[in-house]
T-cell receptor, first 111, second 113 residues
Framework: DTAVSQTPKYLVTQMGNDKSIKCEQN?????MYWYKQDSKKFLKIMFS???????INETVPNRFSPKSPDKAHLNLHINSLELGDSAVYFC??????????FGPGTRLTVL | AQSVTQLGSHVSVSEGALVLLRCNYS??????LFWYVQYPNQGLQLLLK??????LVKGINGFEAEFKKSETSFHLTKPSAHMSDAAEYFC???????????FGAGTRLFVKA
């Protein structure tokens, strides 16, 4: 009965590779998010989708492309991975502007 | 533009002592205010929130926070710290009707035995 799930939990890859992270929520929420948390725990929003429509894109490089096939899923694809992409990526969901429910995170390490 | 400032990146208290984590925000309109907690290697989870109504809000694990509009503050308190409270705490602001939440930089709480 997991609320927000992400796969994989860990991702180790070489520079230049392409990778995807998947997110699913079973809360019936209409809004989903991707956040990046750096090594100093700073949490920065990357994207937000409401009813499958992109509504926030926070100056993220074009190498990052979110896709929302339906309201319950929001995936993140990253092309040409760079060292600076190493971080923990969190998916979250909410009902409009109310509290967000976070997934367990995906720790991405780029070598 | 919205912003959130958490005073003190690290706070250390003794077990049984008062916990006070400070949060100030700036917003052009009344926001929704949240405190989240993050335990090691986990996602964030909601501690408490203020939307409208009573300005003193109670959350899980004995935490509470008071919304003070005149001071644009939403400080988090707990009367008696427990070892299990050691974690990272984030204050967050969302504009009503908006989809963007701004998080503070976080405060790491250490609890000494």
């Amino acid at each position: 009965d997991t609320a927000v799930s992400q796969t994989p939990k860990y991702l180790v890859t070489q520079m230049g590779n392409d990778k995807s992270i998947k997110c699913e929520q079973n809360l019936g929420h209409d809004t989903m998010y991707w956040y990046k948390q750096d090594s100093k725990k700073f949490l920065k929003i990357m994207f937000s989708y409401n009813n499958k429509e992109l509504i926030i894109n926070e100056t993220v490089p074009n190498r990052f492309s979110p896709k929302s096939p339906d309201k319950a899923h929001l995936n993140l694809h990253i092309n040409s991975l760079e060292l600076g992409d190493s971080a923990v990526y969190f998916c979250a969901s909410s009902q409009a502007e109310h509290e967000q429910f976070f997934g367990p995170g995906t720790r991405l390490t780029v070598l | 533009a919205q912003s959130v400032t958490q005073l003190g990146s690290h706070v250390s208290v003794s077990e049984g002592a008062l916990v006070l984590l400070r949060c100030n925000y700036s917003s052009s309109v009344p926001p929704y205010l949240f405190w989240y907690v993050q335990y090691p290697n986990q996602g964030l989870q909601l501690l408490l929130k203020y939307t409208t109504g009573a300005t003193l809000v109670k959350g899980i694990n004995g935490f509470e926070a008071e919304f003070k509009k005149s001071e644009t503050s939403f400080h988090l308190t707990k009367p008696s710290a427990h070892m299990s409270d050691a974690a990272e705490y984030f204050c967050a602001v969302t504009l009503t009707g908006g989809f963007k939440t701004i998080f503070g930089a976080g405060t790491r709480l250490f609890v000494k035995a």
